[in-house]
C-alpha cells in the first residue's frame, strides 16, 4: 500500500506545523502510522466538531471526538470586511484559491485560526491511553490535512466560520456548488458543443479527407504547464509527473501508428484484416459513458471497434457504408492528436459516490478546434448517441465529434500509459490512467474528486449560461472613472455587478493569457 501523504499544501502544512509546535511531548508521530494503514476506519467533520472510529488493538474501534472553540462574529466580520476589499485576493477566491496572506489579515485582527495549545482542542477518545492525544486522536489529527489540503476553506469551518457565505454576503459570489460540482456524463458532453459546431453534419467524405492535421503542435507540456500550481489536493504532484511521462509514451505509440498507416499506403503488405461489407456501427453510450457497438455482429466494444478499424485503409472506404469511413475519420483523428499530446482529463459524476475520468481532446487550442469542426462537419449523423432510458438521442455534431474522438483517444490511453506497480496503489493515478473509476470515501479523501476538477476545468472549453462584460462607468463626482466586472446572462440580461480595480484585472488577463498560449 502506498505511503499516505499529509500538508501537501500551504494550508494543510500549516495545520500540522501548528500542532507539532506544540507537541512538546512528541505524542503526534505515534499516530502517523494509524493514519497511514487504513486504522481510521471513518471521518465526518460537521462544522467545528470531527468525529471519528478508529480501529486498535481492541476489536471494537475506539471512538474519537475532536472540537475547536468558535471565533466571534465580531472578529469574523471585520475579517471578512478586510478579504472583501483587497482586490489581489478576489481573484484567486473567485478560482476557490485561499491565499497564504488570508492567515496575515487574521492574525492582524488578533484571529488564531490555528491551535496554540493543546487545550485549544477539545478531544476525547474511548481508549485507555492516558495521554491526550493518544495515537487514535493523532491519526485524526493527521488526516484531517489531507481534508485541509483539498479544501482550505475547512481551516475556518473548524472554528465555525463559513467563509465563502460571509464573503457572498460583502456582494463576493464564489458560485461554490456551479464550479466545484462534478457533472453527469450527459452534460460532460453536451456542454461542450459550442453555437457553432451544434449544426447537423453534411454526412460528406470528401470534407473529412480534407482535415488539415499539419497545423497541430506538439501540446503536452504547454497544457501541464497551464495548470495552477497550487491545486489544493495532495495526489497533484505524482498526477503532474505521471502525465508527463505516460503521455509521452502515449505520443510516441500514437506516431508509430500513423507512421505504419503512412508506410502501408504507400507498400499495400497485401493481405489485411478486413470489415463485412454490410457494417454500419454506431456506438451508444450509457450516463456512465461506457459504449455499446450496435449493427456491427461480432463487436460490443470500443476496444473491438478499434481493433476490427485496424485493417482499413482510405482506398477501401468506397465500398463500406458512410458510418465505417466517419468511424476510420475519428480513428485517424484520435491518433493524430494524441501524436500532438492534445488530450486533456475530463472528471463526471457516473453515479453518487462514484468518480469517472475520460480523457478528451484539448479543445482550448485553436488548431485543435479546427481539426474537431472539420470532423464535425464532414461526419454522418447518429453516429454516436447517448443512452436516456431505453431510447437513443443523436448528439449534436459538435459533440459527437469531440466524444467520438475522446472514446478512441481514452482507450488508447489506458492501453499505452503502462502504471507501475506502486503508481496502482494510487487511485488517483489509476482513476486518469487505467480503470476510469474511482470512489474517494475513505477518511481522508472528502473533496478530492472536487479538487481536481476545479484544477482541471483551466484546461477545458465549454459553453457557460454568463458572460463577463467589462464596463467603464466615469465617477459620480467627475473625477475619474470605474471599471466594472459585469455579469450577463446569454440573452443579454445583467445578473449582477461588482467594481474592480484596473490593475486587478490587468493582472488577472496576464495571467490568463499565459496559461491559455497554449
Not at 484571529?111 to 485507555?128: G, H, K, R, V, Y
Not at 469511413?325 to 462514484?354: D, K, N, Q, T
Request: aromatic share 6%; net charge neutral; with cysteine.
Amino acid at each position: 500500500m502506498a505511503r499516505n501523504r499529509f500538508g501537501q499544501t500551504w494550508w494543510g502544512s500549516q495545520w500540522l506545523n501548528a500542532l507539532e509546535e506544540v507537541d512538546w511531548d512528541n505524542r503526534l508521530p505515534r499516530g502517523r502510522r494509524y493514519a497511514n494503514n487504513g486504522s481510521v476506519r471513518s471521518l465526518s467533520v460537521d462544522g467545528r466538531t470531527v468525529t471519528a472510529k478508529v480501529q486498535g488493538r481492541r476489536a471494537q474501534a475506539y471512538r474519537v471526538h475532536l472540537a475547536m472553540p468558535p471565533l466571534s462574529s465580531r472578529k469574523v466580520g471585520r475579517l471578512a470586511d478586510d478579504l472583501a476589499s483587497d482586490s489581489a485576493l478576489i481573484s484567486q477566491l473567485l478560482n476557490r484559491t485561499l491565499d497564504p496572506q488570508v492567515l496575515d489579515y487574521a492574525e492582524a485582527r488578533g484571529i488564531a485560526l490555528f491551535p496554540e495549545t493543546w487545550q485549544d482542542l477539545d478531544m476525547d477518545c474511548s481508549c485507555p491511553d492516558w495521554a491526550v492525544p493518544c495515537k487514535h486522536l493523532a491519526a485524526v489529527i493527521y488526516l484531517l490535512s489531507r481534508e485541509i489540503d483539498t479544501d482550505p476553506f475547512q481551516v475556518f469551518r473548524l472554528r465555525g466560520v463559513d467563509l465563502i457565505a460571509e464573503l457572498e454576503r460583502r456582494g463576493l459570489h464564489l458560485g461554490a456548488a456551479a464550479e466545484t460540482e462534478l457533472p453527469d456524463a450527459h452534460a460532460l458532453i453536451t456542454g461542450k458543443a459550442t453555437p457553432s459546431e451544434a449544426a447537423a453534419g453534411n454526412n460528406d467524405p470528401l470534407l473529412l479527407q480534407r482535415i488539415d492535421y499539419a497545423r497541430l503542435r506538439p501540446l503536452r507540456d504547454a497544457l501541464l504547464r497551464a495548470l495552477p500550481d497550487d491545486p489544493g489536493f495532495a495526489a497533484a504532484g505524482r498526477v503532474r509527473q505521471a502525465w508527463k511521462a505516460h503521455l509521452g509514451r502515449v505520443m510516441r505509440h500514437a506516431r508509430g501508428a500513423l507512421q505504419q498507416l503512412s508506410g502501408d499506403a504507400a507498400h499495400d503488405p497485401g493481405e489485411r484484416l478486413t470489415l463485412a461489407r454490410d457494417v454500419a456501427p454506431r456506438v451508444s453510450l450509457d450516463k456512465a459513458l461506457s459504449a455499446r457497438v450496435q449493427d456491427m455482429p461480432g463487436c460490443d466494444s470500443v476496444a473491438q471497434l478499434v481493433a476490427d478499424l485496424s485493417g482499413l485503409r482510405a482506398g477501401d472506404l468506397d465500398d463500406y457504408d458512410p458510418r465505417v469511413g466517419g468511424w476510420y475519420a475519428i480513428r485517424m483523428a484520435a491518433l493524430h492528436l494524441l501524436a500532438a499530446g492534445a488530450a486533456v482529463p475530463c472528471l463526471f459524476r457516473p453515479s453518487r459516490g462514484e468518480t469517472g475520468a475520460i480523457w478528451l481532446p484539448a479543445a482550448l487550442d485553436p488548431e485543435v478546434q479546427k481539426v474537431l469542426r472539420q470532423l464535425a462537419q464532414g461526419l454522418p449523423p447518429g453516429l454516436l448517441q447517448l443512452r436516456q432510458g431505453r431510447k437513443d438521442q443523436p448528439l449534436p455534431a459538435g459533440a459527437q465529434a469531440l466524444a467520438a474522438c475522446g472514446l478512441f483517444m481514452d482507450h488508447w490511453i489506458r492501453q499505452w500509459a503502462e502504471l507501475s506497480v506502486k503508481q496502482r496503489d494510487d487511485k488517483t493515478l489509476r482513476l486518469l490512467f487505467e480503470e476510469g473509476r474511482a470512489r474517494f470515501d475513505q477518511p481522508g479523501e472528502a473533496g478530492t474528486a472536487e479538487r481536481m476538477h476545479l484544477w482541471l476545468a483551466r484546461l477545458q472549453l465549454a459553453e457557460r449560461d454568463c458572460l463577463p462584460v467589462l464596463r467603464i462607468a466615469e465617477r459620480r463626482n467627475g473625477n475619474g472613472f470605474n471599471l466594472h466586472v459585469d455579469v450577463e446572462d446569454r440573452r443579454g440580461e445583467a445578473r449582477g455587478s461588482k467594481p474592480v480595480p484596473l490593475k486587478t484585472v490587468l493582472s488577472h488577463a496576464d495571467t490568463q493569457r499565459e496559461s491559455c498560449d497554449l
